[in-house]
């Protein structure tokens, strides 16, 4: 600025001095210095303008950290689509290799839907080629529909035998709830109306439809109260090739009122899938608590009547009884509470239930250490699946006097063991074990596997040949 003001003075000088030609030349260069000063006026001096100052760059914005994909591929040449939401078998769609073995790690619970499932089929047992979920294995073309799957899901597939193989994918998510209207402004106060009688409840919507069963495809048939299922055309026979699809919506105990289909050890031909089993024969699904889907399947030859299944008449309320005119008789005092189990013995594990000692048997498969399992409780229901060794060496003791029970529930064999299987049982006891076209009802040892019974006992067992041991 003292610059500026040194260059105007002399300007001043160099006007006095110049003729009149000259002057306008000098007068708009002394304009220009002028607005120049009024520019820097602020400026102070030894001091520099923010136009002067270095610009700092914007700040970098910060972006959203990536979702975590449903499934993860830990091990394995199995594969997921490009969003992320479907897992897929090697290869898939055309068919998987052998001797593979995959390990997809789920990051929380997540229900399955079952895109396409084909599997070399095993069914019950499932012991060459098998997808594991939630400790239960699938093969065949039955995968895990509407399972809530956790922790890992386990692919395995043996030397031969390949399928075109399965797709899992998430359910597609729920689209964006809309914000709630903002309330309505209060009302002016009323004179408050004459009382009448309430107006009846509405009616609430129905959740489910009103029939137990309800066919998703094929013709199958339902009766008009909706509590009974029926093969087509029955009571005539059914026919060949079919195929139906019935979907259960809550869990349900099953009535067989009618049963007879083409009969085949191991149901290959025409049957009914229920959880996962086969049926066929004589021998329905009686008494087994379904749920998620039934299936019915015939082959191109051989038909029968076919059946019908029914969910149990609910008992009619008791009537009001009149109160007793003698005094009622004192109640026995209760029983004390049941002592707590003590500890396992050293080198046994204890098992509380049948889906504990089924997930340890599938952990000695992996690591095929021997495995020594003792059984507090008095009796252990095997819900139509019978206990399956595949090469395992498995010892299970029967704690208390009585040991521990066994119960087949006449739905299944007891025990079966295969391979080079080693079974040593103690204190344990066998029951209601039945296979109507099979061997074995209560314990059938094949090839060169060896079992050991020790203060056991095999009883109402049944089965073609060796109804007890085979």
């Known amino acids: 600025c003292s ?3 040194r260059q105007r003075r002399q300007a001043f000088l160099l006007l006095c001095s110049v ?7 000098l007068l708009a260069g002394l304009v220009m210095l002028s607005a120049v000063a009024a520019e820097d006026a602020d400026c102070d001096p030894g001091v520099p303008c923010e136009a002067d100052l270095p610009q700092l760059p914007p700040s970098p914005q910060l972006s959203p950290a990536p979702p975590i994909p449903p499934f993860s591929v830990q091990l394995g040449p199995c594969t997921t689509t490009a969003d992320g939401n479907c897992i897929r078998s090697p290869n898939f769609p055309e068919p998987h290799g052998s001797d593979e073995e995959c390990r997809i790690q789920l990051h929380k619970p997540t229900v399955l839907i079952v895109a396409q499932f084909l599997v070399e089929d095993d069914l019950p047992y499932c012991a060459y080629d098998f997808l594991q979920v939630n400790g239960k ?3 065949g073309d039955v995968g895990p529909v509407g399972i809530t799957a956790q922790g890992q899901i386990v692919w395995r597939s043996d030397a031969s035998g390949e399928s075109n193989g399965w797709e899992l994918c998430i359910p597609p998510p729920s689209p964006p709830v809309s914000p709630p209207l903002p309330p309505l402004p209060p009302e002016p106060p009323q004179l408050p109306p004459l009382p009448s009688p309430p107006p009846p409840p509405p009616l609430l919507p129905l959740l489910f439809p ?8 094929g013709n199958c048939t339902v009766s008009a109260d909706g509590d009974c299922i029926q093969s087509p055309n029955f009571p005539e026979s059914y026919g060949a090739d079919e195929d139906c699809l019935i979907d259960l919506y809550n869990p349900t105990r099953l009535s067989v009122v009618f049963f007879q289909v083409e009969a085949d050890v191991y149901c290959d031909y025409d049957y009914l899938l229920v959880n996962g089993r086969r049926y066929c024969g004589d021998v329905g699904p009686a008494g087994v608590v379904a749920q998620g889907q039934l299936i019915w399947r015939s082959d191109y030859i051989f038909v029968s009547i076919g059946w019908q299944i029914c969910v149990p008449t609910p008992l009619p ?3 009001p009884q009149s109160p007793p005119s003698s005094p009622q008789p004192l109640q026995p005092p209760l029983e004390p509470p049941t002592p707590p189990m003590p500890p396992a013995a050293p080198g046994l ?6 889906a504990d000692i089924y997930n340890e048997l599938e952990s000695q498969r992996l690591h095929s250490l021997p495995l020594s399992l003792q059984l507090p409780r008095a009796n252990y229901l095997l819900d139509g699946q019978e206990l399956f060794l595949q090469n395992n060496n498995l010892t299970l003791v ?3 006097p009585n040991g521990a029970t066994l119960d087949a529930q006449n739905l299944s064999r007891v025990i079966r063991v295969a391979g080079s299987g080693q079974l040593h049982l103690k204190n344990i006891h066998l029951l209601n074990g039945l296979v109507p076209l099979g061997n074995g009802g209560g314990l059938k040892v094949e090839g060169s596997s060896i079992a050991v019974l020790e203060n ?3 009883s109402s067992c049944a089965a073609t040949e060796g109804g007890g041991v085979f």
Do not use: D, E, N, W
Not at 19 to 25: P, S
Not at 210 to 217: A, D, E, P, R
């Open 3 to 5: 610059a500026l003001r």
């Open 19 to 25: 003729g009149k030609g000259q002057m306008r030349h």
């Open 137 to 139: 294995r699938y093969c």
């Open 210 to 217: 009103s029939s137990t069963f309800v066919v998703q495809s």
């Open 317 to 319: 309320p008791a009537s």
């Open 349 to 354: 594990k204890y098992m509380s239930s049948v």
């Open 398 to 400: 029967g704690s208390g």
């Open 456 to 458: 056991c006992t095999i």
